[in-house]
């Protein structure tokens, strides 16, 4: 009697079962049946996409700055026994003939702070004659490597490139700080003083030091002239 009605038990419990699966089965067809009539997919009973994604884009930053903005070598005269005051920023010792006009040892410093490489122009707002006054003045400027490396060719030789204004064939080969001495007169227009400045923080910025000869006839009075930077980003940046 006792088995007879194990046997029982058994079987209701196994018809309870089926049909509850039954049952989820067509609700789950009725379910799947409404979502496809309002274009969304089955309910499965497995991921269909089981793998994430993260994705993010960088975008290009073309961004120079002058990291040094300022030469000023304050206010002076000229000794009228030496006729002429040359001031120069590639060392704090002025020449002979100045009196009294600061020293100073470091001359611009321009810094590509984005994130392409770039190709960088110079252009001053005077020449000379227009920046002291005087026909017989001097108004030089040179372009030198700040970090090692900074400067590249269109090939990407570090060794090769001047970056110097210079176009004295006597610096070529023999390294890039090889003109470092080297003054030319600056150019009113916009003139390519490095083909590739890198973006690299360890190698991405140069010098530019001037060099301000003033006759003792030059007029008395505050002189300025400014000094601009342009970096154009290379189309296979």
Known sequence: MDDVSNKTVVMLLIATVVVSLGGAYI???AVN???SGIGIGPITGFATVPNGTATL???LV???QFSQPT???GTGSINTTFGNCTLSTTNANNGAGCVDFSEVGNGFTIENDGNTNLSITLSASANAATFIGDGASLFLWNVTVNESGSCVNATGSRLAVQPNTTTDAG???QG???CGAIFEAVSTTAKNICPSLLFDDASDA???DINVSIPVTAPAGAKSATLTITGAREPSS
């Open 33 to 35: 049946n409404k979502l």
């Open 62 to 64: 073309s961004s120079i």
């Open 176 to 178: 890039e700080n090889a």
């Open 206 to 208: 140069l010098n530019i």
């Open 57 to 59: 884009t960088i975008s």
């Open 171 to 173: 610096c070529g080969g």
């Open 27 to 29: 609700s789950l067809n």
């Open 71 to 73: 030469v000023a070598f």
